[in-house]
T-cell receptor
Framework: QQQVKQSPQSLIVQKGGISIINCAYE??????FPWYQQFPGKGPALLIA?????SEKKEGRFTISFNKSAKQFSLHIMDSQPGDSATYFC????????????FGTGTLLAVQP | DAGITQSPRHKVTETGTPVTLRCHQT?????MYWYRQDPGHGLRLIHY???????DKGEVSDGYSVSRSKTEDFLLTLESATSSQTSVYFC?????????????FGDGTRLSIL
């Protein structure tokens, strides 16, 4: 059962454009929503994360928008650069003793120069 | 970067053979996790550990076992490897659980089972 649905599967954006990746979740007990960035041959690395008590979080060119009522959250990459080309994963977890993450299926982003 | 070393980085083996993957950390973090990554599935949790000798199952634990005899080492064993276990395996660590403490990942082990 896919608890976190991610779209699109792949995305091509021109340099300087905005990249948008969307995720939807089902479990209302989720209360932590991180995004991970993964380059080929490397493990995922935490990019930015949000809690459901805020609707938006921004770190540099990366912004998470969160809609609790719709159970959706999205990653926006402003002024996309070729160096942003990577696979992006959304994830969700519940506050608790184990911090188990449920991941989306990933989005392969290609930023064309 | 978090001090996480996975070994081996690549392995090719035959169906029916036992395989052990190692995750070694130098951060003294309490929590350790094993994931597998497959196209179209993202990362899926196999097993995790919340302390020495304390482990529990994740969502895809069938065919896998783990052991943690020291804080720094978390071993993943495939008792009798099958082709469906061909995947990239990632280890992750976390200092504490709760409050969304980030998980830090190793660079993975690419396992091919022929």
């Amino acid at each position: 059962q896919q608890q976190v649905k991610q779209s699109p599967q792949s995305l091509i954006v021109q340099k300087g454009g905005i990249s948008i990746i969307n995720c939807a979740y089902e479990n209302t007990a989720f209360d932590y929503f991180p995004w991970y960035q993964q380059f080929p041959g490397k493990g995922p690395a935490l990019l930015i994360a949000i809690r459901p008590d805020v609707s938006e979080k921004k770190e540099g060119r990366f912004t998470i928008s969160f809609n609790k009522s719709a159970k959706q959250f999205s990653l926006h990459i402003m002024d996309s650069q070729p160096g942003d080309s990577a696979t992006y994963f959304c994830a969700a977890s519940t506050r608790g003793a184990t911090n188990k993450l449920i991941f989306g299926t990933g989005t392969l982003l290609a930023v064309q120069p | 970067d978090a001090g996480i070393t996975q070994s081996p980085r690549h392995k090719v083996t035959e169906t029916g053979t036992p395989v052990t993957l190692r995750c070694h950390q130098t951060e003294n973090h309490r929590y350790m996790y094993w994931y597998r990554q497959d196209p179209g599935h993202g990362l899926r949790l196999i097993h995790y550990s919340y302390g020495v000798k304390d482990t529990d199952k994740g969502e895809v634990s069938d065919g896998y076992s783990v052991s943690r005899s020291k804080t720094e080492d978390f071993l993943l064993t495939l008792e009798s490897a099958t082709s469906s276990q061909t995947s990239v395996y990632f280890c992750a660590i976390s200092a504490v659980a709760g409050d969304g403490q980030p998980q830090h990942f190793g660079d993975g082990t690419r396992l091919s089972i022929l």
